[in-house]
């Protein structure tokens, strides 16, 4: 049978589902990986390593039921439920570290179809896809016990030996594998100490950056890390407001963000965030000019399913529309990117980056298509960012140049005390 999970998250009691959808159409790969672990422990016997697969899953398996509703649990007998929890996260585990450039270490003949050394990157994409979809997450604790296994901590050994595991620059989606997988086992070795961006990974507490609690599942890990850093101060605020206001949706479909192009022409400048879309705000730059400041934004073939589902994940929340921070942000992204020429201005701003000619064209029907979705609306957040927009008023053009004047003349003024010769005492 297939599991299929489906977490629902409202308030501090955290839930999910799980749906048995009949034949599982990947069982024979999932047992070919399970027999992999079993052939490649030669010290001991097969019924030893199963006991202590067994084992580990038992001791978490409190924690790990608990991220499901009771109902679907009710018709799976425990050892069922032990046994499918090992053999789907022991596939997800192989395949996770083979999109992360282990396909080496897991020692499979070069031309397998799943888990060989040549695997298209496109193939690659449609797993990741799959990886991230509302309905095939694992929950997080099911991967720490697994890794703990000698058949994992061997390929995390061999990958350090051979200098494999590298944090991906720009790629999210492989990111976010990066932190709940391999991250935590190079920081239990002394190998790497956390980023500022990042928390530590201690035990089964797979921490996130930005997450309150431990993330539930891959896709609650990675909508932490979209997210940003919680502004306390914003969530704060006159939430009850927004909630009567009537005829929400409509009024934030009508009432836009101005275009890239459009803040350009008012005289606002378009400034990269450091971090999550919580960042978002309208301010000062460095030269003391206005600027919306933006988090960056990788537009790639996985880009459009990943907020597909990341929009399915907030709807499941039942937290109020208000709260859906990634559809809201999705929501302002359309109304920033109108054009081909809005994509160029943030581009060269380095707030987009976008890996092929085309996609530069589909960026604005993505975006326009996603937002159509009927509820989004913007968050506090991004409302006070809209506002202050709106009331900003450009300075006449004698005096942007004499603050350029001005500032021109202290930098030449801080230069010139910095190498003119210092008197004696």
Avoid at 28 to 51: C, F, G, H, M, Y
Avoid at 165 to 190: F, T
Avoid at 327 to 337: E, G, K, Q, T
Wanted: with cysteine.
């Amino acid at each position: 049978m297939a599991l299929f999970c489906l977490r629902q998250h409202s308030g501090p009691a955290q839930k999910a589902y799980m749906q048995l959808t009949g034949p599982d159409p990947f069982k024979a790969t999932k047992d070919e990986a399970w027999d992999q672990i079993l052939k490649k422990n030669p010290d001991e016997d097969e019924s030893e390593v199963r006991a202590s697969y067994l084992n580990e899953i038992k001791k978490i398996e409190k924690d790990a039921r608990n991220s499901y509703a009771a109902p679907i649990l009710d018709v799976l007998k425990p050892s069922d439920f032990h046994w499918m929890t090992i053999i789907d996260g022991c596939f997800f585990l192989q395949l996770a570290l083979h999109i992360l450039g282990g396909a080496q270490l897991l020692d499979y003949p070069e031309k397998h179809a799943y888990f060989g050394l040549n695997i298209e990157e496109k193939a690659n994409a449609r797993r990741i896809q799959a990886m991230f979809f509302v309905g095939n997450q694992i929950p997080c604790v099911v991967i720490s016990a697994l890794m703990k296994q000698p058949f994992f901590q061997d390929i995390i050994d061999r990958g350090i030996e051979e200098g494999i595991w590298k944090q991906p620059p720009s790629d999210l989606p492989r990111m976010v594998l990066y932190l709940l997988i391999v991250h935590p086992e190079l920081e239990a070795r002394g190998m790497i100490s956390s980023p500022s961006f990042f928390s530590r990974f201690t035990g089964h507490k797979n921490e996130v950056p930005h997450c309150r609690e431990n993330p539930l599942d891959l896709l609650h890990a990675w909508h932490c890390l979209v997210q940003g850093p919680r502004n306390d101060t914003l969530d704060s605020e006159t939430d009850d407001a927004l909630d009567i206001e009537a005829g929400v949706e409509d009024f934030d479909k009508n009432y836009k963000f101005p275009s890239a192009t459009e803040l350009k022409q008012k005289g606002i400048g378009l400034t990269k965030a450091k971090e999550g879309i919580r960042e978002i705000h309208f301010g000062k730059n460095y030269l003391f000019f206005p600027s919306l400041y933006i988090p960056p934004f990788t537009f790639d073939k996985d880009t459009e399913p990943i907020l597909q589902y990341l929009q399915s994940y907030e709807i499941q929340q039942k937290i109020g529309n208000q709260k859906h921070e990634v559809n809201a942000y999705i929501l302002f992204m359309a109304d920033l990117i109108q054009t081909h020429q809005d994509v160029n201005i943030l581009e060269s701003k380095g707030i987009i980056q976008v890996k092929k000619r085309e996609q530069k064209e589909r960026l604005p029907r993505m975006l326009s298509k996603l937002a159509s979705s009927e509820g989004i609306v913007f968050t506090q957040n991004l409302r006070l960012t809209r506002a202050a927009i709106e009331d900003y008023s450009p300075l006449p053009r004698h005096l942007v140049s004499l603050a350029l004047l001005f500032g021109l003349i202290q930098t030449v003024f801080t230069i010139l005390q910095y190498f003119a010769p210092r008197g004696s005492n």
